[in-house]
């Protein structure tokens, strides 16, 4: 069992940047490839990025290619989203996950965070 706590979540203007943490306790952080989720109003939920074990590979959708960085610190058991040029169709409740490989579908990913809401105002 893995249990995942997201935060840093907000409201913020189009354009400005928001840092998401992802806390993981109970089991070997670094034994998971590790994923960003967003589900938005009315939308199903959807892949934003994942980086396997290392950290050394990472994968994102194309909407946030170039504007979003996933990053792990493995010695913090902590995974990061930096999001930055955020604009309002971001606006979405964010999921960390972990999984056992690289996965852009949900059935990928054994464990789930609650979530955090991030609102992007235009």
């Known amino acids: 069992q893995v249990q995942l706590v997201e935060s840093g979540g907000g409201l913020v203007q189009a354009g400005d940047s928001l840092r998401l943490s992802c806390a993981a306790s109970?089991?070997?952080?670094?034994?998971?490839?590790m994923g960003w989720f967003r589900q938005a109003p009315g939308k199903e939920r959807e892949f934003v990025a994942d980086i396997n074990r290392s950290g050394s590979n990472t994968y994102y959708t194309d909407s946030v290619k170039g504007r979003f960085t996933i990053s792990r610190d493995n010695a913090k058991n902590t995974m990061y989203l930096q999001m930055n040029s955020l604009k309002p169709e971001d606006t979405a409740v964010y999921y960390c996950?972990?999984?056992?490989?690289?996965?852009?579908?949900?059935?990928?990913?054994?464990?789930w965070g609650q979530g955090t809401q991030v609102t992007v105002s235009s």
């Open positions: 109970g089991h070997t952080f670094s034994s998971f490839n």
């Open positions: 996950a972990a999984g056992k490989v690289h996965s852009v579908m949900r059935p990928g990913y054994n464990y």
